[in-house]
C-alpha cells in the first residue's frame, strides 16, 4: 500500500487521486459544506474504495476551522456546535438514546502534543456514578457516561488496547468515544482540524508506534473515533519542502532529469534518516501548540458534553 | 465496631488497648526499631486480634521518618531505602523472582493531598512492553513491571475496583501494588509516615467514601498496599482538641461531671455537624502539603523501584 | 490591638461591635444588598473607625458567592459581573478612563490554597505591549494593561514590596490592582468571598508573615486590592469550636466559672501551640480547593477583564 | 551581518570559518576538552572578532552532553559539576565571594521549549531572606542569592528588561545569572547544549522576538548567561535539508548551475515564507522535548547551585 503518511481520510483520497490521476474513486462518496468551519464528509462505501486509501468502510468527517490560533469564545463555541451536531449523528446511527457511553482519551498527559486526549477527559461531564449513587440530581433519562485516560504504553507497560479491553468487558458499555492525536501531512491542519469517524482507532497512530485497533470488530461495540492532528513528521515536511522546490525548477525549466524522478518518488525515507541523528523523534509543531491544545480541549470537551 | 477513624494499624492498637486498658492484645503482636527512620510492625496473626483492630490477619508496617517536611536528598534517599527493605520482605513471601508486578496509584492527579498515587506512578520504571518489544535493552531475569493510574470515581464514573478488575483479568499479573492515600488521626503523620500492608485496601478510604476493597479474596493475586496519610479529618482534630483540653482541666482539678463524661465519650459526630456548613468536606493539611507530596513520591517510587 | 485574625473588614466590625456590646461604630458605615451573590460594603470614613477595625480609611466591598462550591457557568459569570461593577465603581474614582493599569498577583503558584494570584495574572488580558508594537489590533481609547506575578519572599528571596516598587517606579502605572489570598475565621467564605478595597494590601497576610504594604503611601500610586480568604487557620478554628461548645454547656447551666472565663479570652495561642507539633503550619481547607480555586480564577480574571 | 540564525558563538565560528574559507579568525581563540561532555570554549578577544561573529568581546563556553536523551541521574550529575566548575570561574573572576547574586529565568512557563527558565528558577537555593531573617540556620559567610521569573512580554505586556532594571536598582545585586533558549542551528543541540557566557543576553532570542539586551552596559552588573538551544526553526531545518541535498547531487555530479548558485545562496527567507502559512511560528523539537526540559533544569538548577 502507498505509505500515505496522514490519518486524514480526506487527505488520502486527494492524495490518492493525484496519484492516480482520478476523478472519482469506486467506492468513495464525497461531500463538503462551510466556510469558517468547513465539514468535509468521506464515505467509505465498499472494498474498492477501502482498499484505495486504507482506511475501514465507514463516515469519516473532517472539520477544518480557520484561523483557529487566534479564535476567540465565540468561534470556540461555534466549532464546539459543528461538533456536536456531526458527533450526535453518529451516535444516533450506532446507539439508543439511554445507551451508556465510554469515552477514552488516548495519548501522554505528560507530552504536549500527545496530552490532548487526557486533558478532554478531565472537562467531561461523568453521570454514570451519579445515576447509581445520587440519580435525584440527574434529570430523568439522563444518559449513562464515564470516562477514563489509560495512559500510553510507553508509561504503562500496558497495550491500550488491552486496558480498554479489560474495561469494556467489565463496565459493558453500548458505544466507545476515543480520542486521540493523528498524524496529518499538513501543517495548517495542526490542532486546527478535528476527523470524526464511526471506523474506530488504531492508539497512538499520531505520535507513537500503530497497535491494536479499538473497533467494533476487537471489542464487540461501536467506536466512534475523534482524531486530531497535532503534529507533523519531520521527514514529511522535508520531502513536501523538495517537491514543492522541484515544482518552482520546472516552471523556471531549470530542473534536470535527476529531479524529475526525485520527485517522482517518495524521498521520506531517506530524508528521515539523513536528518534524524541521534534517534530522536523530531515533530513539527507550532510555537502555540500549548495553548491550541487548550482551546482544542475545550472545542471537544464541549461537542462531546452536548452530544451525548 | 469502635470508630477509629484511622486506617494506620498501628493508630488503631494503640487506640485499642487504651480505650481496654490492656498491655497485650490477643493475635496481635507488635516490634519497633530504628529511630530517626521508625519501622514499627503489627502482625494480626488471629481473627480475634483482626476483630479488635477492624483489619484482616496480615502484616502491617509503618515507617515513620521524622522531620520529614526539613528532610534533604540524603533523608530521603534513606528513607526510600528503607521501604525497599521492607517491601522486599513482603514482595518476597508472595511472588516468585520473575513475577509479573502490575503498580497502581489511586487518588486524583487533580486534588493535591489525594495526588500521590498517580504521581508515583509517573516515576515507576516501566519493564512489561520492553521485555515484549525490546528485550535485548534489558538485563536477562528483569521482572515485567507495568503501572496505571485508574483515577476516581468522581472523575471516571467508574468503581476503581471494577477498572483494576478489568485490568487484571486482561494482562494477569501475579501481584498487585497499590498507592493509595489513607486517614489517620495524627497532624505529626501527615505525608510523613507510609503504611506497608499486605492485605489489599479499600480506594479512597483516606479523602473519598469507601469502596470495594483490593484484596486477594476479590482479585485472586495478593495486594501489598502502600497508604500514605495526606490529611486529617476537621472533626477528628476538633474532637482530639477537646480532650486534650479537658485532661489540661482535669489535671488543675477544673473539670467538671460534664466535662468528665464528654471526654469519656466519642464526640466526633456532633462536632462535625457544627463545624462543617454547606457541605463542605474540610481537610487540616500542613502549608507545605504540595511539597511533602513531591518528597514522599519520590520515597515511594524509589522504594518500589528498587524493591521490584 | 485585638487579633481579629481576618482580614475582612466586614468579619472585623462584626466582631468589634459584639465585645463591645455596639450597635454602631464611630466612623464606620455599612450597607448590604443582594442575596444569592450577597454585596456588603464597609466604609471607614474617619480615624475613629479606623482604629476600631484596624483597617485604614477607605471602602471595602465584600462579595459573597452562595453554594460556590456547586456554582455552575452561568453564576461564575454572575459573579464576575458583580466583580466587574464593584471593581469598576472603584476604578474610577481613583484613574481616568485610559490611565495605565498594572495588575499584579501575588502568591505561590505551587502552594494550591495560595495559587490564586499567580492563576489570574495568566488569564488577564493585556494590551500594554500591543499598544506599543501592534496597536492596528486595538480599538482606539484601549488602556493600557499589564500583568506581573511577582512570586513570593521564600521563592524569590525579595520582599514582594521591593519587587513590585521595581517595577512601578521603571514603568509608571497610574493605577495598582493587587490580587492576594486573606485570612478570614469563616469557613463558609473560603474561596466564596471577595474582598474589594481601595486602601491597598498586605503582602501574604492570609498565609505568610506580613510584609511592607502594598500601598499609595508606599507606592505613589492608588492600589485597589482583591483579596480572597482561601484557607482558615487551624488554630482559629479549635479556638472558635471550644467557644461554641462552651456556649452549649452554658446553655445547659453546665459550665462552670473556669470555662466562663476561658470563654471570655482568647486561647488561640495556647491552642495553637498545643496542636502544632513540629512547626507545621496547619491549615483547614475544603477538599474541593483545587476547583474553587480554579472557579474563583475565572470570576475574578473575567471581572478584572471587563473593568479595565 | 550574515545572518548565522544561531545564538551559539561556537556555531557562528565555524560557519564564518567555513564562508569565508579561513583557518582562524582574527580576535578569536577556541579551546576544546572532554568527549562524553564536550567543552567548547571560545574567546572574542577584540573588536575585529566581534564582528566577524555578531557576539560582544567575552568568554562563551559551550558544554555539550552526547545523548542527553537517555543520560541517567549519574550523567546528569556529571553534566551539572561541569556546569557548576565553568559557571564558578566565570562568577570568580566577575564577583568577589559573598557579593550578592539575582538569578533570573527567563521564557514563558506555558510554552514548553520555552519554560526552562522559570523551571530553573523553582530549583535555585534562595538564601538572600534567609540571611536577613533567619541567619542562624545558614552557615557564615553564605553568598546572598536571590532569584525571579520576570515571565515575557506577550503575557505581562512589560518588557523583560524593565522588569529586571526595575528590581536591580531596587535590591541592587552586584551579578546576573540569566537563564533562557536560545536559537540553534543543529537538531543534535537541542535541550543537550548550554552555551555559558560572560557577555549578557537578548532576552527571548530563542523563541521570541529580540528586545532590549540585559548585559553590563544596560545594568550597570556584569550578566552571566546560561542559554540552552530548545528548538530549531523550521526555515532552518529545510535549508539545511536543501544544503544536504544538493550537495549529495553535486557528489555525483547530477546538480546543475541553478542547483550550485542555490546553495551558494541563503534560501531562508524564501523556504520560510512557502512553508508556514497562517503565520504560525513553526518550531521542531524532538518528541522528548518535556522529558529534556526536566533533566535539563537538573543540570542546570544544580549547577548554578552549586557554583553560587
Redesign the interface.
Known amino acids: 500500500m502507498y505509505n500515505f503518511r496522514t490519518d486524514l481520510a480526506c487527505e488520502r483520497r486527494e492524495l490518492y487521486q493525484k496519484a492516480n490521476g482520478l476523478d472519482e474513486i469506486d467506492g468513495i462518496e464525497t461531500e463538503q459544506k462551510g466556510d469558517d468551519i468547513r465539514i468535509n464528509t468521506v464515505k467509505v462505501t465498499n472494498e474498492s474504495g477501502a482498499r484505495a486509501i486504507g482506511k475501514p468502510v465507514g463516515t469519516y468527517i473532517t472539520v477544518d476551522i480557520k ?1 483557529f ?1 487566534i479564535a476567540d469564545d465565540d468561534k470556540i463555541q461555534r466549532a464546539s456546535e459543528v461538533v456536536t451536531e456531526e458527533l450526535k449523528k453518529l451516535i444516533d446511527v450506532h446507539s439508543a438514546k439511554t445507551d451508556d457511553i465510554l469515552v477514552v482519551g488516548l495519548g501522554n498527559r ?4 500527545d496530552s490532548l486526549g487526557p486533558k478532554v ?2 472537562d467531561i461531564e ?5 445515576l447509581k449513587y445520587a440519580p435525584q440530581y440527574l434529570e430523568p433519562g439522563t444518559r ?8 500510553v ?7 491500550t488496547f ?2 480498554i ?7 459493558k458499555p453500548k458505544l466507545l468515544i476515543v480520542i486521540d492525536a493523528l498524524a496529518s501531512r499538513s ?2 491542519r ?1 490542532s486546527s482540524t478535528i476527523q470524526i469517524a464511526d471506523t474506530g482507532i488504531v492508539p497512538g497512530s499520531g ?1 507513537e508506534n500503530a497497535r491494536k485497533s479499538l473497533n467494533q470488530e476487537n471489542l464487540g461495540i461501536p467506536v466512534i473515533a475523534l482524531g486530531i492532528p497535532t ?1 507533523v513528521d ?1 521527514g514529511t ?2 520531502d513536501e ?2 517537491d ?2 522541484i515544482t518552482k ?1 520546472q516552471e ?1 525549466a ?1 530542473s ?1 532529469e ?1 529531479l524529475n524522478k526525485l520527485k517522482e518518488k517518495d524521498n521520506y525515507e531517506e ?1 528521515k534518516e ?18 491550541l491544545i487548550e482551546k482544542m480541549k475545550d472545542v471537544i470537551a464541549r461537542g462531546i458534553n452536548f452530544a451525548v
Chains 1, 2, 3, 4 share one sequence.
Open positions: 484561523n490560533k505528560f507530552v504536549t502534543p477527559i478531565t461523568i453521570t454514570r456514578h451519579l449513562p457516561v464515564s470516562a477514563v485516560s489509560p495512559g504504553l510507553g508509561t504503562t507497560g500496558i497495550e488491552e486496558i479491553k479489560g474495561i469494556v468487558d467489565n463496565i501543517i495548517e495542526i505520535v503534529v519531520l515536511i522535508i519542502g523538495l514543492l522546490f525548477l523556471k531549470e534536470n535527476y530524508i539523513a536528518l534524524t541523528p541521534n534517534n530522536y523523534n523530531m515533530i513539527v509543531t507550532p510555537k502555540e501548540i500549548d495553548d
